[in-house]
């Protein structure tokens, strides 16, 4: 997740253009004697300041359209990925975020492509180059054995994982390209088809919907999976082995799918009911359902998390409690209809699904929000929950338990500012106000400021932004 020096230096010599660093998806200019002088580049990041690497700068993507074989044996994934997108200005080369796995060919808007490779960087070329505010479509045909994220200071391996009857895919924070090319940021969301070859045998469960029914041939058979809504890089999942299913309906009538290996087998009923139990008591809380469907699966890998993938939560190796499946479906609303711009905003998504953890417990009458809030405010002044200002995320720690836990906190403490009524109206509206949208911190002050009609600048100072245990 670091400034990877290597990346621009290796970049610079493949293409012979002058690189700089990203700030705010900034057009890198093209140096003198590129192909196209007056055209320009993509900023090699989107402009997350925290991230400079990732993402890319210079367009937008609508859609991902994925087809991937993937043999659990061999561990060999064959790709093609389709990505529609528009320019946000004059494209004579831009990036795709892909690591460890080998490209053969490219193609943008039907024409062969030149592209060359460095680290998790895809640099490409167009044949002509792009206007301003164009649309276009890449194709990349790619394979290889994919390797997943080894990062111990976040949530540890993440990405495309193999296990031995196919694959656990969960992707938080970066992990996406390590399976498909993408423009890998969170700040741009985008629609997606998945067409996923497996052997016979095996399921291959993605986000969304599954189009038609499998069909089988040669041995191999193929599922196809839509997610119209959009959706960030790292939701993506295409969650691969033996499972055994539940579908069916919410009470409130939400489309519900659960799935579990079947050494998970005593869980799938509870998945299933109480996935569908949350869900419709969420649409009650934080406004109507962002989505076509619910449910969760759990995969027998033991990945020590669980991932908010779009409409299909996934478990890694053990069956949740109410507790965990609150969080997670919480954040279809909270990281998933609503995603982050920045990655230091990233209590949006982990201190509301922890208060929504509280708030489920006050719903089942286990505990009430207060008293939980107490509990974790009696924590020492020394206590490195204090250290750690929430609202700042930090690149090397994200998942830290300050932003979870005292993102929770902020919360309850405003809840107790402005009163129960506005709090509510306040988590209804900012769902509604942002729906499939991005959003900040500031975004959230400011609409918390307009329904309450009070200056909390002291408080989310003291709780989202200062390293100190506010009174």
């Not at 590129?34 to 859609?63: C, E, K, L, T, W």
């Not at 005593?266 to 949350?278: D, K, Q």
């Not at 027998?300 to 997670?328: C, M, R, V, W």
């Amino acid at each position: 997740m670091g400034f990877d020096q290597r990346v621009v230096a290796s970049l610079v010599a493949l293409l012979s253009m002058l690189a700089c660093a990203p700030s705010e998806g900034a057009i890198v200019p093209a140096a003198s004697g590129s192909r196209q002088p007056n055209a320009s580049m993509g900023a090699p990041g989107i402009g997350d300041p925290d991230f400079p690497f990732d993402g890319n700068g210079g367009y937008d993507v609508s859609h991902y359209g994925l087809a991937i074989g993937y043999t659990p044996s061999s561990k060999h994934l064959d790709g093609v990925a389709t990505i529609n997108a528009t320019t946000t200005q004059p494209l004579s080369r831009f990036n795709l975020d892909l690591s460890g796995l080998e490209v053969s060919d490219v193609t943008v808007n039907g024409e062969k492509a030149i592209f060359s490779r460095t680290g998790s960087e895809l640099s490409v070329l167009p044949a002509t180059p792009l206007g301003d505010k164009a649309a276009f479509a890449v194709k990349v045909t790619y394979a290889g054995v994919p390797k997943p994220v080894k990062d111990s200071s976040n949530l540890g391996t993440f990405g495309f994982i193999p296990t031995p009857d196919g694959a656990f895919v969960a992707c938080e924070p970066d992990g996406a390209k390590t399976w498909y090319p993408a423009n890998d940021h969170p700040a741009d969301k985008a629609s997606y088809d998945f067409t996923i070859t497996v052997p016979e045998g095996v399921t291959a469960l993605a986000n969304g919907e599954q189009v038609g029914e499998p069909t089988t041939a040669d041995g191999k058979t193929t599922f196809r999976w839509r997610e119209k809504h959009p959706m960030v890089s790292y939701l993506a999942t295409a969650t691969i082995g033996k499972f055994e299913l539940h579908k069916g309906r919410t009470p409130g009538g939400i489309p519900n799918f659960a799935a579990v290996d079947p050494k998970h087998r005593g869980s799938l009923n509870n998945l299933f009911n109480v996935s569908g139990e949350v869900t419709d008591y969420w649409s009650k809380i934080f406004g109507p359902y962002p989505f076509s469907s619910t449910g969760g699966m759990i995969d027998d890998f033991a990945a020590g998390y669980a991932l908010e993938n779009q409409t299909k939560p996934l478990y890694g190796g053990f069956a949740p409690d109410q507790s965990i499946i609150a969080h997670e479906l919480a954040h279809q609303w909270f990281g998933d209809s609503l995603s982050i711009k920045r990655w230091r905003d990233l209590w949006l998504n982990e201190g509301f699904a922890t208060y929504a953890e509280w708030l489920w417990a006050e719903h089942k009458g286990t505990n009430t929000a207060d008293q939980l809030f107490q509990t974790f405010h009696a924590r020492p002044a020394s206590d490195p929950i204090w250290k750690y200002p929430p609202g700042r995320a930090q690149a090397r720690d994200l998942f830290n338990d300050s932003v979870y836990t005292r993102g929770g906190m902020t919360l309850h403490a405003l809840r107790k500012a402005i009163g129960d009524e506005t709090f509510f109206k306040l988590l209804k509206t900012w769902t509604a106000d942002h729906k499939y949208g991005s959003v900040t911190t500031e975004e959230f002050i400011a609409l918390a400021e307009k329904l309450s009609g009070k200056d909390l600048t002291s408080l989310f100072n003291a709780w989202l932004f200062t390293a100190a245990k506010p009174d």
